[in-house]
């Protein structure tokens, strides 16, 4: 697991150990550095020289730069972290009309094996910490300046229901502590069933995003593995209970792919678990990933089967592609997760990549290979190009 205590995984308990000694309102100036001015324990100036070098050195950093990569003319920042025990994960910045939003990943690797998933092609590693998860939030509204952090999606890499226990306090440590509201933080799943009732029951309502993709079981069951553990009849009562529970919106998301679940009869199944639960579709063209053949729906057939499901009185919306080109698009985040790039002897690399360099970034060995994934949850009419 995480090793030492890093900067964001420390609670204010251990904190207070840490500064035993020391006046009581330091802990509060720490913390508020930390959290609130998101600020290096260097950088909180209002701290003594030396406690705030020793504050460095005992809460280091969770996450080092192993590569950066921007596009969108700026509007899209994806990074490659490398974690102490050399797993690397990513996470992907994405601004947006008002809306600054940013897509973390909650485990390095995923054990869910969604065949269309770079993530899932790539297996699992191991579960992140708390302090891994938040520091990605952090590091992230810090880049976002002058604009402030709107939204936090767990739609990078990983199941974050699979990882509970750690997702869960960082979502708390989000709300508490950065000061982001339920309603702008979003759980995405495949559909762990358990995992979905238990967040139900916390008092923070956060939205709650189902990756659907097939909305009938035998589909669902080649496409989605875990289906076959929870089946469809379970996960949609799961959710009906999440929002008569939360009374937050629930939102389905749905890979376009071509000709395996963009046929007209696909929308009107998909229109028939949508519309009781009021659930809003996101539909997203399937972005290409290395180990699947399969293309995504090509525009036309996007922008049809999104009047079919408005047609069938569901609210429905073509998700913006953002950050394609640095494989950061939804379902392309895959760090590599071992060799090259793996070890302290290679120094972080940041890349600042024009669009017409992002090819040969793709097929170069270097530690940043792609994955990423960027899912801006912007809507457009079926009428715009996705
Ligand atoms: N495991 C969680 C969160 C990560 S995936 C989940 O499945 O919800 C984030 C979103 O990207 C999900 O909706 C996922 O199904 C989708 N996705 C995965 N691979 C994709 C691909 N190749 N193209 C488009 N979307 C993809």
């Known amino acids: 697991m995480a090793g030492a205590v890093s900067r964001y995984g420390v609670d204010r308990e251990t904190l207070a ?123 992230a509204a810090r880049r976002a300046r002058p604009h402030r952090l709107t939204n936090v999606v767990f739609m990078g890499m990983g199941e974050p229901l699979a990882n509970y226990d750690r997702v869960w306090p960082a979502l708390r440590r989000l709300h508490d502590d950065l000061g982001l509201s339920a309603r702008h933080l979003t759980v995405s799943t495949i559909g762990v069933v358990p995992g979905i009732r238990r967040l139900a029951a916390e008092e923070l309502p956060v939205n709650l995003a189902v990756s659907l993709h097939a909305a009938n079981d035998a589909d669902r069951d080649r496409l989605v593995p875990l289906n076959r553990r929870y089946p469809l009849e379970r996960l949609m009562a799961a959710c009906a209970h999440y929002v008569e529970t939360t009374h937050r919106r629930l939102s389905f998301e749905w890979a376009l792919i071509d000709a395996v679940n963009d046929r007209p009869g696909d929308a009107v199944e998909l229109a028939s678990l949508a519309r009781p639960l009021r659930a809003h579709v996101n539909l997203i063209p399937l972005n290409p990933t290395p180990g699947y053949a399969t293309p995504g729906t090509p525009a036309d057939g996007v922008r049809a089967f999104c009047r079919r499901l408005r047609s069938l009185g569901v609210n429905a919306t073509v998700r913006h592609n953002r950050g394609k080109g640095i494989d950061a698009a939804c379902g392309q985040l895959r760090a590599s997760l071992s060799g090259a790039g793996a070890d302290a002897a290679h120094p972080a690399r940041t890349v600042n990549l024009s669009p017409t360099r992002m090819a040969s970034t793709r097929t170069s060995p270097a530690p940043t290979t792609p994955p990423g994934h960027t899912t801006e949850r912007t809507s457009s009419p079926c009428t715009t190009a996705p």
């Not at 035993?20 to 930390?34: E, F, I, K």
């Not at 996450?63 to 509007?75: H, K, R």
């Not at 050399?86 to 869910?112: D, I, K, N, P, W």
């Open 17 to 139: 150990e840490l500064l035993a000694g020391h006046p009581a309102y330091r802990v509060g100036q720490v913390w508020d550095g930390l959290h609130r001015r998101l600020l290096d324990p260097l950088a909180v100036t209002d701290l003594p020289l030396a406690l705030r070098h020793r504050l460095h050195e005992q809460l280091p950093a969770a996450l080092a730069p192993a590569g950066e990569a921007v596009t969108d003319g700026g509007a899209t920042v994806k990074w490659l972290w490398r974690l102490h025990d050399g797993a690397q994960v990513e996470t992907v910045l994405m601004h947006y009309g008002e809306r600054t939003t940013v897509c973390v990943s909650s485990q390095a690797g995923c054990a869910m094996a969604c065949g269309f998933c770079a993530t899932g092609q790539a297996g699992f590693e191991r579960n992140l910490a708390v302090g891994e998860i938040v520091e990605q939030v952090v590091r």
